[in-house]
């Protein structure tokens, strides 16, 4: 089984909580679309979100820290750090075979609970490839070999083999770029993922960063490259495969 965790900012860390509330809400039924049943959703939050939640996969559990203040990143990131190891405590009830970080505004692919029931003996995958979306664009930029350096949402691991997160700092935790590199030197190395799993949601302005002005340049030549190299057209089979709809 596949748990999906994923940690929801407060309200008070929200630039709009009603829109945080509606990403979240597209996040999670990214995550219950899975085409087979072999899942859960543990969210940890402050307040609970506003919205219908009603699928039975989905589990919130209520942080009893104080909320961070929106104005120091190294709350906001601590705060992320006790809410993703909230979330793995409360995952192992569910004796997953593997667990997943999942931001509260990204996507993810209907096929990835089924590809881990396929391969429960595995260490785990990360996400090389995925795409980012902006809702402001009317294209999706593929990232084919860097996807988990740039999101968040893109490791896929037995749980047992994350005990060392309780001793990261929580800069480095934030900042997940070296986790491949950091199961593979405790000698449980993870695999690319063999399929896109992941749509990395930016520029809504509930990010920390805007990758918008890099990815899609004004600039006539620059932009016109990027379109032919990098975009991709959204298609219905890419909204259907990961719960992609318009949220801002």
Not at 43 to 66: I, K, S, T, Y
Not at 174 to 186: E, I, P, V
Not at 187 to 214: C, K, M, V, W
Request: positive net charge; aromatic residues 10%.
């Amino acid at each position: 089984m596949l748990v999906f965790l994923v940690p929801f900012k407060s309200a008070r860390a929200a630039a709009c909580w009603d829109r945080a509330c509606r990403l979240l809400a597209r996040t999670l039924a990214s995550a219950c679309a899975q085409t087979s049943r072999a899942f859960r959703v543990v969210v940890v939050c402050h307040e609970l979100p506003e919205g219908d939640f009603a699928d039975p996969a989905l589990e919130f559990v209520q942080a009893d820290h104080p909320a961070p203040s929106p104005s120091n990143p190294d709350d906001l990131r601590a705060d992320k750090k006790r809410k993703l190891l909230i979330a793995l405590r409360s995952a192992r009830k569910h004796a997953p075979s593997h667990v997943m970080f999942l931001d509260a505004d990204d996507l993810v692919s209907r096929r990835l609970a089924a590809f881990v029931a396929a391969n429960p003996q595995a260490n785990g995958w990360f996400l090389r490839s995925g795409y980012f979306h902006c809702e402001r664009q009317p294209r999706l930029h593929l990232e084919r070999r860097r996807f988990d350096k740039w999101c968040g949402s893109s490791h896929i691991v037995r749980p047992e083999h994350l005990e060392f997160l309780d001793r990261m700092d929580d800069r480095r935790f934030y900042f997940h770029t070296r986790l491949t590199h950091d199961l593979r030197r405790q000698g449980t190395p993870i695999r690319p993922l063999p399929f896109r799993g992941g749509i990395y949601s930016i520029a809504h302005g509930e990010n920390f960063r805007d990758y918008e002005r890099i990815l899609w340049p004004d600039h006539p030549v620059l932009g016109g490259l990027r379109r032919v190299v990098f975009q991709r057209a959204l298609t219905p089979d890419i909204r259907r495969e990961f719960g992609l709809y318009p949220v801002v």
